[in-house]
């Protein structure tokens, strides 16, 4: 799920509230059915928040400490640290970050840094502060990515953003803020539409404009660009098809060998 709204609105205090970070003035914050703030040391180890400005939260040596800094807290095996640390930098693609000092990182590289230190302790709920801002197309497909794995295993993902275009693509349900509350609640491939955008005061995106200029329906615009269940299955199978045909090679080449040397 999303939560939008202009920039002021409580976005960021509402997930920091959600990560047992900043108590609520009123309301209770359940995880499971139980009270955060009645066993906050236990409960906030299923919950993992991203702050917008990751360095926020960076402040290690190195980028391998970085990301075992959580794991390492949680009293685990020293192997087991080193086993999901290089596991989370090899699906983020910053496994040449290892020995780099955090600071000295760009801004699309400490943010998957960030990420990284969240995701290698696998919590069931994921907060999301603004997770594409000052991202290129590629780190932003990699934030895609990893939202539909996230997904796929069962998780729980909230993340709060100004781009309509992203959260059209991805989120199944959004919430719309203003002025600390919700406004409007609507389906994730209904953000862009002019009515849902006029009632709330956002501005409207550069797709939905395109959609009004060429008189696209915004049906077949998420048919072309939302990231559906049927999108996840044909990328899997995708995925599965390309390794079946790579080890089928791989037995080939095998073969040819083995002859080839007799």
């Given at each position: 799920?999303?939560?939008?709204?202009?920039?002021?609105c409580?976005?960021?205090?509402?997930?920091?509230?959600?990560?047992?970070?900043?108590?609520?003035?009123?309301?209770?914050?359940?995880?499971?059915?139980?009270?955060?703030?009645?066993?906050?040391?236990?409960?906030?180890r299923?919950?993992?928040?991203?702050?917008?400005?990751?360095?926020h939260?960076?402040?290690?040596?190195?980028?391998?400490d970085?990301?075992a800094?959580?794991?390492?807290?949680?009293?685990?095996?020293?192997?087991?640290?080193?086993?999901?640390?290089?596991?989370?930098?090899?699906?983020?693609?910053?496994?040449?970050?290892?020995?780099?000092?955090?600071?000295k990182?760009?801004?699309?590289?400490?943010?998957?840094?960030a990420?990284a230190?969240?995701?290698?302790?696998?919590p069931?709920?994921?907060?999301?502060?603004?997770?594409?801002?000052?991202?290129?197309?590629?780190?932003?497909?990699?934030?895609?990515?990893?939202?539909?794995?996230?997904?796929?295993?069962?998780?729980?993902?909230?993340?709060?953003?100004?781009?309509?275009?992203?959260?059209f693509r991805?989120?199944?349900?959004?919430?719309?803020m203003?002025?600390?509350?919700i406004?409007?609640?609507?389906?994730?491939?209904?953000?862009?539409?002019?009515?849902?955008?006029?009632?709330?005061?956002?501005?409207?995106?550069?797709?939905?404009?395109?959609a009004?200029h060429?008189?696209?329906?915004?049906?077949?615009i998420?048919?072309?660009t939302?990231?559906?269940?049927?999108?996840?299955?044909?990328?899997?199978?995708?995925?599965?098809?390309?390794?079946?045909?790579?080890?089928s090679?791989?037995?080939?080449?095998?073969?040819?060998?083995?002859?080839?040397?007799?």
């Amino acid at each position: 799920m999303a939560i939008l709204g202009p920039t002021g609105c409580g976005k960021s205090t509402l997930l920091t509230i959600m990560a047992g970070l900043m108590r609520p003035d009123e309301g209770r914050v359940l995880v499971n059915g139980e009270d955060l703030f009645g066993n906050i040391k236990a409960l906030r180890r299923h919950i993992g928040l991203l702050f917008q400005d990751p360095e926020h939260q960076l402040f290690n040596a190195t980028v391998y400490d970085e990301v075992a800094y959580a794991l390492r807290t949680m009293g685990m095996p020293e192997d087991e640290v080193r086993r999901r640390v290089l596991r989370v930098v090899e699906e983020l693609g910053i496994r040449e970050l290892l020995d780099r000092r955090p600071f000295k990182l760009s801004v699309g590289e400490k943010k998957k840094v960030a990420l990284a230190s969240v995701l290698s302790y696998d919590p069931e709920v994921l907060l999301l502060d603004e997770p594409t801002a000052n991202l290129g197309a590629r780190d932003e497909a990699l934030i895609i990515s990893t939202l539909v794995k996230a997904r796929r295993a069962g998780k729980t993902v909230v993340m709060a953003s100004h781009d309509l275009e992203f959260v059209f693509r991805v989120a199944d349900k959004a919430y719309i803020m203003g002025n600390g509350t919700i406004k409007a609640v609507v389906k994730g491939e209904d953000v862009i539409k002019p009515e849902v955008l006029d009632a709330v005061g956002l501005t409207p995106p550069l797709i939905t404009m395109v959609a009004e200029h060429f008189r696209i329906s915004y049906e077949e615009i998420a048919s072309l660009t939302r990231v559906t269940e049927e999108h996840e299955r044909q990328e899997q199978s995708l995925k599965l098809g390309t390794k079946a045909h790579a080890s089928s090679f791989d037995t080939v080449a095998s073969n040819h060998g083995d002859k080839g040397g007799g």
